[in-house]
């Protein structure tokens, strides 16, 4: 199964330094060799809003006041459970530091 | 003890209490242990040097977390966790025998220097991986102790969940795990021995079979109900995957891996919804992964590199089948897979596996490339066969191939034998339904297939071929590629109609309804033929002509390409019908007397015409006239040369495509804002009546 992993920064996250690259560079490595990272990538804080209601759509231009809401990274990951999605999230943050993720099964295709 | 309550489950909204204890223990455990057991298990070897007490001895640190995690949470880094206890417990255990041996053996004489003691060498992480791989598939050991040891030790599975995995019951895995583990003792198979480049080629050939054999136990179990055992597959999948990331230099590790990611693409779409089996060439294509078929290609194309740079060598087996999974992923429908190069394929596997079921599948990949008659006889020369005797898809290829050479009695009886052999009951419901539709070649034929076979037929001349594929084109974008031909229904054809070409001429329309009814009688499809009723033609006689004004303002604008200005005058100027327009050819042009053979008469212009169409035609001598402003994809090259430009490569420009491009650029000019078809060009002004 597919577990969608995203992060996004709070007040006291740290800003990203020398040792934590590294240390991220290693983790992504070891879990594409794995065969359980699949994709990730890292967002931009600016971005493009749409919105529908009815037949109107609003096409809105970032940035967003609400910036540290924002999703600043994914990850999408092949496990054989939640629990080991859960287990890859904590790694994650362990070497990101302060922070939340929310770790989402994914459905399809 | 900090609770890791910034942790995933953590958020704000989770409804139990966040941190530790809100976790459930025992999955965590499993989680953990599932992704870390080969690292751990292989560092604890490295200490014991005996893989019975280092499972024992792992095993430990599992209850042990079991134990003390409720209470305390899980740990922030519970990887790390479990690893520290395990070594701790197997130094312990060293130590332990250490002394009691030397106690003994104080009586006779000192002890020597036969240390089991800690580590001797380096630890390297990966390496020892690798060496419990090539431990627990050691040649020694009876192939299901290989497997069962492999889930245990490296997939971090407990007997029970193997068990449930094999279909086993859980004695005979801790039985065949047990019996791994004694027979590795008494060979005294050493675990540190050094991995050099031919070592490792050497004892690679077991672990892939291990894996792959783990994979297809989980592929064939798609259809049960329990979890686990399709679950094989991932397993399997991260085996093989750690195995090419540690032996890097092995061509048929990457090939092994391309193989099964490529299958594992199909997963989704290799049953119906009511868990029917679809074979193949009747999968939605559309639910193949793609993430999955690029990590596919990627493997596949280190196995080329390597074979083609470090480690020179034709193909093996793995690679081979993982290039004909390729092919399949690389045809976009049934119908344009490479049969040709998968039957190639085939041919060379055979030489390296010569078993029956792969010359059978080289029988199908034959039938399909050279005519069912060939297949015919390679499966034929497999009757006799005992490994095939039972095998329901002998029959049913059979029954196959017959049905497409029109052996129709013989097909059925064919498809009938096949259901009695197969044990899956959807299956068995899909071939006794071929055997009643026996009369019916086209059963369960998707549209998109068909309507290529119908078109390369040779007995069509090139202006209905034309015509035609533009037909079924459409009737394919509107009722999908997949479509199946029996289930199409009149009123679905009759959409298409509609929408497509609802306020067409009916010359139009019933040059469509004409192409629909070969087609329908050449696929013995009779709802279909009568789906569309034919039109009277319009008894006014032809489309008003354009206003002057606007005939001048199109041909005068010079952001028109070249092409559509020419094409337009011409039409204007000729008055001949667009498709005789649009058929001439570079070498049917008469530029000193302004005309070109249209046929057996003349299509004549107005010589002021004539330098653009010298133009247009400069540096060719034969070939389309009119060429559409690309070259056209693989896939889209027309069957017949004659509609290809042999210097540019690019095809014939299309009736859709012209019309199209002259609606776009009329669109401001009709009021009813639609565009004005390309006939209006060619339209007189009515004369008074007489």
Known sequence: ?109 | MTPPSDGPGGGTSAARPAGAHGVDVQAAVAAVWRLESARITAAVVRITRDVGAAEEVAQDAVVAALQQWPATGVPANPAAWLTTVAKRRAVDRVRRAEREERGQADLAREQDTAQPGPPAGEADEPADVLRLLFLTCHPVLPPQSRIALTLRLLGGLTPDEIARALLLDTTTVTRRIAEGKRLLARDRVDFTAALDAGEVADRVGPVLEVVYLLFNEGYAATLGKDLIRPDLCLTALRLGRTLAHLAPDEPEAHGLVALMELQASRQAARTGPDGEPVQLHEQNRGRWDPLLIRRGFEAMLRARDLLAGRRPGPPGPYLLQAAIAVCHAQARTAGETDWAQIAALYEALAHLLPTPVVQLNRAVAVGRAEGPQAGLDLADSLHLDPALQDYHLLPSVRADLLQRLGRTAEARAEFRRAAGLTRNAAERAFLLRRAEGGQDAHRGRELGPATVEFLAQAALDPASRRSYEQTLRRLRTGLGESAALDEITADQIARVFATAWGDAAPATWNRHRGALRSFAAWAGLTTAADAVPRRAAAPAAGPAPLPRSSLRALLGDSTVPARDRLLWTLLHESGAAVAAVLALDVEDLDLPHHRARSGGAYLCWHPRTTPLVRELARGRDHGPLFLSSRRPGPARTPPDPADRCPVTGRRRLSYERAEYLFKQATRRLDPAGRGFTLRRLRARPARPAR
Do not use: H, N
């Open chain 1, 1 to 109: 199964m597919r577990y969608l992993m995203t992060a996004r920064s709070t007040d006291t996250t740290p800003a990203p330094d020398e040792k934590l690259f590294v240390e991220m560079a290693a983790f992504v490595e070891e879990m594409t060799a794995a065969g359980i990272l699949l994709a990730t990538g890292g967002l931009a804080p600016e971005g493009v809003r749409l919105v529908s209601r009815g037949d109107d759509l609003t096409v809105t231009d970032g940035p967003f006041t609400e910036a540290k809401e924002a999703v600043a990274g994914f990850a999408l990951v092949e496990v054989a459970s939640k629990e080991e999605a859960v287990e890859l999230a904590r790694r994650f943050r362990r070497i990101v530091g302060d922070g939340e993720s929310i770790v989402q099964q994914v459905f399809g295709p």
